[in-house]
């Protein structure tokens, strides 16, 4: 009889968390509270958005070394954190890669490409792949606008840098710049979802 | 519609039974480009073939792995109405300097276009709704049914997929 109750409890136990596993995995949709997480930078120390005190909001970055699509955003995602930075919406950038799998992805060639390039930004490595699946990041470079309402992060927008990723000067749409500019003016951005090619995160 | 046409001479050495003859081959190997408007048509054909549209690049390592698996597709079901695209998604100052030297190096025999539409979030989602944008992403499609699917296929996975296919047409 034990064993039997053993059993039933488990069954509800499996149902339910596989529910609850789908849900999470599908990520974080327009409006809804992102959570914060405690990351190592390169610099060794270890990151949250909660160290942000007077911060408005955060770009969110799922980014990393290897993709020829985060490379060909690296000074994008520069210029970003340089303009809006003072504005109170500073760039995070996070690798969501396993290393083990993704060749060029471990933390010591993250320090290596940050140095090289001079990020202005924390530089975080996922450790243990929990927060990608959280935020629902598929692909890098993958933006995670978020906006402080209150004590949350609501997550305002979702996608693409801009319209075009192999030629800066031909972008005619700067979704994340205009995203930010329309928080400041205390309005809604649109788009708020954008969809682009990008390396998928390995697992 | 930009079209690149690369042409390679191969010198090939034939040896005969009693002398060596010297003959000049020529290979072609073209590598189209597309926009989505140009590229439209190829994903919506309503002839009785059933299409795999791989979409890939050089630099995407899981796309690379399984290169081989819709080359093996190809050729297993080349006399059943099958036909495999793989459309690239390289880089379009990349089509000379590393597409081309890589579908020689790998001897693809699946036609490969490459896709040079920057505004992409424009034609993602006339692909597929379900396409987050990450590759490798497959369609498969006939003029009775289309299927996508954002992730990497082995032979086993890809063939009952296609049977799925095969059996409406």
């Known amino acids: 009889?034990?064993?039997?109750?053993?059993?039933?409890?488990?069954?509800?136990?499996?149902?339910?968390?596989?529910?609850?596993?789908?849900?999470?995995?599908?990520?974080?949709?327009?409006?809804?509270?992102?959570?914060?997480?405690?990351?190592?930078?390169?610099?060794?120390?270890?990151?949250?958005?909660?160290?942000?005190?007077?911060?408005?909001?955060?770009?969110?970055?799922?980014?990393?070394?290897?993709?020829?699509?985060?490379?060909?955003?690296?000074?994008?995602?520069?210029?970003l954190d340089k303009n809006y930075k003072e504005k109170g919406y500073s760039v995070i950038a996070i690798n969501p890669n396993n290393p083990e799998i993704s060749k060029g992805d471990d933390f010591i060639s993250?320090?290596?490409?940050?140095?090289?390039?001079?990020?202005?930004?924390?530089?975080?490595?996922?450790?243990?792949?929990?927060?990608?699946?959280?935020?629902?990041?598929?692909?890098?470079?993958?933006?995670?606008?978020?906006?402080?309402?209150?004590k949350d992060l609501k997550v305002a927008y979702i996608g693409a840098i801009d319209n075009n990723y192999s030629d800066a000067e031909a972008v005619t749409e700067k979704y994340v710049e205009d995203a930010i500019n329309a928080l400041i003016d205390g309005e809604k951005p649109n788009p708020n979802f954008t969809k682009a090619i990008g390396c998928s995160i390995k697992k | 519609?930009?079209?690149?046409?690369?042409?390679?001479?191969?010198?090939?050495?034939?040896?005969?039974?009693?002398?060596?003859?010297?003959?000049?081959?020529?290979?072609?190997?073209?590598?189209?480009?597309?926009?989505?408007?140009?590229?439209?048509?190829?994903?919506?054909?309503?002839?009785?073939?059933?299409?795999?549209?791989?979409?890939?690049?050089?630099?995407?390592?899981?796309?690379?792995?399984?290169?081989?698996?819709?080359e093996k597709i190809g050729e297993l079901y080349k006399n059943k109405n099958v036909e495999v695209i793989l459309v690239s998604l390289d880089f379009p100052n990349q089509l000379e300097t590393r597409l081309i030297p890589f579908i020689k190096k790998h001897k693809l025999r699946s036609k490969v276009i490459l896709m040079t539409d920057t505004d992409q979030n424009t034609w993602i989602?006339?692909?597929?709704?379900?396409w987050s944008g990450a590759i490798p992403a497959t369609l498969i499609y006939n003029k009775n049914s289309r299927e996508f699917y954002e992730q990497s296929f082995t032979i086993d996975l890809l063939q009952k997929e296609l049977n799925k296919f095969i059996k409406t047409n």
Request: glycine share 4%.
């Open chain 1, 110 to 150: 993250m320090q290596k490409r940050a140095k090289e390039k001079g990020f202005t930004f924390p530089y975080l490595f996922d450790d243990g792949q929990n927060i990608y699946p959280q935020y629902g990041a598929s692909r890098t470079p993958h933006v995670f606008l978020l906006n402080k309402e209150g």
């Open chain 2, 125 to 130: 989602p006339k692909i597929s709704e379900k």
């Open chain 2, 1 to 70: 519609m930009k079209k690149i046409v690369l042409s390679l001479f191969i010198i090939t050495l034939v040896s005969c039974k009693s002398d060596n003859k010297q003959v000049e081959k020529k290979i072609e190997l073209e590598v189209k480009s597309y926009t989505y408007k140009t590229l439209e048509p190829i994903l919506n054909r309503q002839d009785n073939k059933t299409y795999i549209i791989n979409f890939w690049a050089t630099w995407c390592k899981p796309c690379v792995e399984e290169l081989p698996v819709f």
């Open chain 1, 1 to 79: 009889m034990k064993t039997f109750k053993t059993l039933f409890i488990l069954t509800i136990f499996t149902i339910v968390s596989a529910f609850t596993l789908k849900t999470s995995s599908e990520g974080y949709k327009i409006g809804d509270t992102a959570t914060d997480f405690k990351l190592k930078n390169i610099d060794g120390k270890m990151v949250s958005m909660a160290d942000y005190k007077h911060a408005k909001g955060f770009i969110v970055i799922f980014t990393c070394n290897h993709c020829p699509y985060s490379i060909a955003y690296e000074d994008r995602i520069i210029e």
